[in-house]
């Protein structure tokens, strides 16, 4: 009998338990030790407590409460707060006496977050000058949390991830181009910056748009028909297999060359697994952007656009990454700005850099964006160019333009402004100039002339002020120019700040 007793006298205290951890005060991943809150605007902070629950959240100097709903979620909003390098704690608490939920080493500043494929993923310890990098890397003040979760079929209320401080030790897992951006606004600004980074290696645009948004989009209607036809036809078996046998044929040719001393060659790629890290359309949305929502930040960098390069893709890329800016902005609930790095001269055989650049460039019609031309810092055999550190100062100097509205910074290189014809020469105008156009290195080059035959030749070009003069002696009536219209052009227009000048052309031809 007693035996029974304790049994079911451990059962209620199981129980018991049981209920307090479920009524316990739950935050997201997000909201952890180390964070940068956002300065000079309301502050969001959620999490999960049992339904009807009062919570209240304290954190300088402020006290609010908010009432968990029937979900058990609850919101409350901190008023805008300055900067602040003071170390301080955020402490989250019920009124039923759990275990209050404290936050450590808070600080307020800048919020910026980062996103987009590999050259976003990119770490630090992979850019050039790493043993300077991280020998300068003490700064405290900048913190980075990185996005760990994978992608989901549905849009995810929480993710996995944790704040590093930067230190010579972590900043060699920092995104490296967000790293080089956040101290371009440190070091001009001298507060708090936060950085969050969710990016994968190798992922397409319509993987970090909702889904919802792309179906309701006309301009996607053939591009979801080209992938739902290319789905059908994929064999996940026979993928399968194929990996399987290039993977055996691999370790033996591995092997040999090991034992030879000559170079291992790259080992194939999985196909499945390839999928699975994409994810569906929009499924890294759903694992890696939705669980941060609404969570402050001043603005979004965004660097990807090589998974969409094929010519079957790039022609839709002018349509979907206006609609990631405009989702992600419709879903935080603010105009947010948002600037991306243009993708940089490459030898890219069987793809359309130049199309995905002109899409770059055609979605700054969206207003409150940037773009960070990289034409000039490439590697024509690398994909991820090592030169982070200066797609992070011009990233950098943009923000610092038109975000922070500093003076004396130029916000971009050279961009088109429209073109006439004179006579035999096509006038081309710019805008962002900065000081006036120059050629970097000597004479112009990089630029291209076409008639009514549509037949391009390279073009002589002058500067005139804001303008550029091309011409051609055999083309006597030209109807059309381009600018460093190929995947590794040589090119060297730039304005006077050293900042080069977008690829363009003035035609529309396919």
Known sequence: MKAVFRAVALV????????????????????????????????????????????????????????????????????????????????????????????????????????????????????????????????????????????????????????????????????????????????????????????????????????????????????????????????????????????????????????????????????????????NVGGLFNGKIAPLIPFAIRGALWYQGEANSSPAKAVFYQHQLPLLVRDWRARWGYEFPVAWAQLPNYNAPGRDWPLTREAMLKSLKVPNTGMAITIDIGDPKDIHPKNKQEVGRRLGLWALATVYGQKGVAASGPLPAGHQIRGSEVVLSFKHTDGGLVAKGGELKGFAIAAEDRKWLPAQARVEGDKVVVSHPDVKKPVAARYAWTDNPECNLANGAGLPASPFRTDDWN
């Open 12 to 279: 209620a205290v199981t129980f018991a338990l049981t209920l307090s951890a479920v009524a316990e005060v739950k935050l997201p991943a997000i909201f952890s030790d180390h964070i940068v809150l956002q300065r000079d605007t309301a502050v969001p902070v959620w999490g999960w407590a049992k339904p009807g629950e009062q919570v209240t959240v304290e954190f300088a100097g402020q006290k609010k409460t908010a009432t968990a709903a029937a979900d058990g979620k609850w919101l409350v909003k901190l008023d805008p707060m300055p900067a602040s390098a003071e170390p301080r704690t955020m402490t989250v608490a019920d009124s039923i006496q759990n275990p209050k939920s404290q936050i450590q080493n808070v600080l307020v500043g800048e919020v910026w977050l980062g996103s987009g494929q590999s050259n976003m993923a990119m770490t630090a310890n992979r850019a050039k000058d790493f043993e300077q990098e991280q020998a300068a890397a003490n700064q405290p003040l900048i913190r980075m949390f990185a996005v760990t979760s994978g992608p989901a079929d549905k849009a995810q209320d929480d993710c996995k991830g944790a704040w590093a401080v930067c230190s010579s030790e972590s900043v060699g897992s920092f995104s490296a181009t967000a790293f080089f951006v956040g101290r371009e606004i440190h070091k001009a600004l001298r507060v708090p910056v936060g950085l969050i980074n969710s990016s994968v290696g190798g992922t397409p645009i319509e993987s970090w748009i909702s889904p919802e948004a792309q179906q309701a989009s006309p301009e996607l209607k053939a591009f979801f028909e080209e992938q739902k036809a290319a789905d059908a036809k994929f064999d996940a078996a026979a993928a399968k297999a194929n990996y399987e046998k290039s993977l055996a044929r691999w370790k033996e040719t591995a092997a040999r060359a090991k034992a030879e001393g000559k170079p291992i060659p790259q080992r194939p790629r999985d196909p499945l697994e390839i999928r699975a890290r994409k994810g």
